[in-house]
């Protein structure tokens, strides 16, 4: 419960085709956002030698102006980062601004240390830019009045830390992405992750002190490192270990048939007395058309489900692959679209089976068993 809420998060605009979300912890995080801002701004005002009361919009509202200035830096810094994806051939999937900064979702990955570099660095050399133009229009401009330059060097300043505490080699942040890039001519792509994470683990901890100390944002983003460290890393190990293995060979066929009309529940009552992963609800729909519904999907539905028939919660949209397809690719493309399964087609157009992260990250722990036991030094 608390882990869906957690996901939660809106669309509130496409840009070049890119869904951009606000993710549920603005909700809290945007009014703390605008009262340390309208702080630091009453803070600035009096340092310009100027008396509270004197500004023509209270402090409150400049602060409030400055946390919504603060999440149009962070799309600028991830439009950023997904313009040189795309112009390397990457397709994203979508944008989640956090109050924390940015998630740009990427499909893909870019396999040239060079481009790589360009990626990651586009974001905090953009943050610095308009730091830098800011806070050069703020001192230059002539007759700008006091409130607004006070509010354009906080701005400037704002943008300086995110484009600087990005660049930090602390994997999976930006700086810790060109770190790998720069170690991956010489290790390799699975050992420049490991050694890039273990450098962000270990950056994690002088952080989490600071934050203890002066602010616990800092704290949150060092547990955001670790977590993302060791998740990118047990991601991009799971896809060497799957890489030239056939994603068929990993379909689970136990997919059952109802009808549109069958209620929810007894479709549950299916999954279990036949041990089924999916049932195909059909409708006259054959093939790669059909709807269908996985036990991902019937828990999601949960008690609202009581109601509803199998054609109510059917999904047509369920991502659909070949048997022949790399393992690995899929994988990718499943964690990148944040999808848990993936409906596997025979050549003839016939489904084998579904295939869920789970079921690949079970074949993949098999597969490093696999290496352990066959390598040459562990044999006697
Ligand atoms: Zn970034």
Redesign the pocket.
């Known amino acids: 419960m608390v882990a869906s809420a957690m996901n939660r998060s809106w669309t509130i605009a496409t840009i070049r085709g890119i869904p951009i979300r606000v993710h549920i912890s603005l909700l809290v995080l945007l009014p703390l956002a605008a009262i340390t801002f309208s702080n630091q701004f009453r803070f600035y005002y009096s340092s310009l030698g100027l008396g509270p009361g004197e500004s023509v919009l209270p402090p409150l509202v400049w602060g409030i102006i400055l946390a919504f200035g603060l999440l149009l830096g962070i799309l600028l ?2 439009l950023a ?1 997904c313009m040189v994806a795309i112009s390397n051939g990457v397709r994203v999937e979508s944008i989640t601004l956090m109050m924390l900064g940015g998630i740009s979702r990427i499909e893909g990955e870019i396999a040239r240390p060079l481009r790589e570099v360009m990626m990651a660095a586009a ?2 050399l953009t943050s610095l830019a308009i730091g830098a133009v800011f806070y050069v229009a703020a001192k230059a401009l002539p007759g700008l009045p006091a409130e607004n330059k006070a509010a354009g060097i906080l701005f400037a300043i704002v943008n300086v830390v995110l484009g600087i505490f ?1 660049l930090l080699p602390a994997f999976p942040m ?1 700086g810790g992405r060109i770190l790998r890039a720069a170690l991956t001519p010489a290790m390799g792509r699975l050992a420049a992750t490991r050694r890039a994470a273990l450098v962000g683990k270990i950056l994690a901890v002088p952080l989490a002190l600071l934050g203890i100390f002066f602010n616990p944002l800092l704290v949150l983003i060092a547990v955001f490192i670790v977590l993302g460290a060791s998740a990118e890393t047990s991601m991009l190990e799971n896809r060497v270990l799957l890489a030239g293995r056939r994603v068929g060979a990993f379909a689970d066929p136990r997919i059952g048939n109802v009808t549109p009309e069958t209620p929810v529940w007894h479709v549950a009552e299916r999954f279990l007395e036949d041990n089924l992963v999916a049932v195909r609800v059909g409708d006259g729909v054959n093939g790669p058309g059909a709807g269908y519904i996985t036990l991902g999907d019937l828990e999601r539905v949960g008690k609202k489900g009581a109601r509803l028939t199998a054609g109510d919660i059917a999904r047509r949209d369920l991502p659909r692959v070949w048997a022949s397809h790399d393992a690995a690719a899929v994988l990718q493309a499943a964690q990148a679209r944040g999808r848990d399964a993936v409906l596997v087609f025979e050549d003839n157009g016939e489904p084998v089976g579904i295939v869920t992260g789970a079921d690949l990250g079970r074949a993949a722990a098999i597969a490093s068993l696999l290496q352990d036991l066959a390598a040459p030094e562990n044999r006697t």
């Open positions: 810094h991830e980062h974001g905090p990005n930006d």
